[in-house]
């Protein structure tokens, strides 16, 4: 495909796919319609990066749906001074949308060479200078850091304690939890007095981030 064609089928996702699962913040709406997703896929899926799948990215990772990335994008409510931490860096793909709507952004994954290709596809697009990249297992990562907002880019089968320490009064963080089928996603609050408010979002269903998995059912 061209450059030409693949602006094309970024408006076609735009205006068939996300507008239409009551996406309306015209900021997200516009990363979503100019960055090049397929510059974050491999060469043999790249003719499906504005599909409505999820793609496999190796590790048993994928990329979300892009109404899934939309949805998380006007949930967070980015605003351009905002620091973000996002858990799940994989490809790199929504690192460079998050670090179009805020300030700067830290992206971890547990897979160095995720981190590296991530890296390297970022700079390939001449996007990401504000993301900084590490190869870290967010739960078992220490940090004195806090930030405006959090994206847990995979499910949790309970809200993970210590990320909620990581956000400053008034952060959020967006979440999927729950065992599947049965997901939710939600948007955590923390005004730093009282305890968190959890909105609920939409119903899911994405992969579990490594160590948030479910404790397994036994049963007689």
Known sequence: MSSFD?????????EQQIRPWDVLDERVLEVLASL??????????????????ELP??????????????????ALALRPGDAVLE???????????????????????RHADFVEAARARLDAAGLGGNVALEAADAFAWETDRRFDAICLSG???????????WLRPGGRL??????????E??????????APRVESLFETEIPYLAGAEPVPEFRL
Request: charged share 25%; with cysteine.
């Open 6 to 14: 693949y602006a094309r089928v970024r408006e076609t996702m735009v």
């Open 57 to 74: 990215i190796g590790h048993g990772e994928v990329m979300l749906k892009p109404v899934v990335e939309a949805r998380i994008l006007q």
């Open 185 to 194: 996603a939600v948007l955590v609050r923390a005004d730093g007095v009282n």
């Open 155 to 165: 499910a949790v089968a309970e809200l993970p304690e210590r990320c909620l320490r």
């Open 36 to 53: 090049p997703r397929h510059a974050f896929v491999s060469d043999a899926r790249r003719d499906l990066a504005y599909a409505d799948l």
């Open 174 to 183: 967006f979440a999927v939890r729950g065992r599947a089928p049965a997901m």
């Open 87 to 109: 858990v799940g860096a994989g490809s790199g793909w929504f690192a460079a949308c998050l670090g179009a709507l805020a300030g700067e952004v830290l992206s971890l994954d």
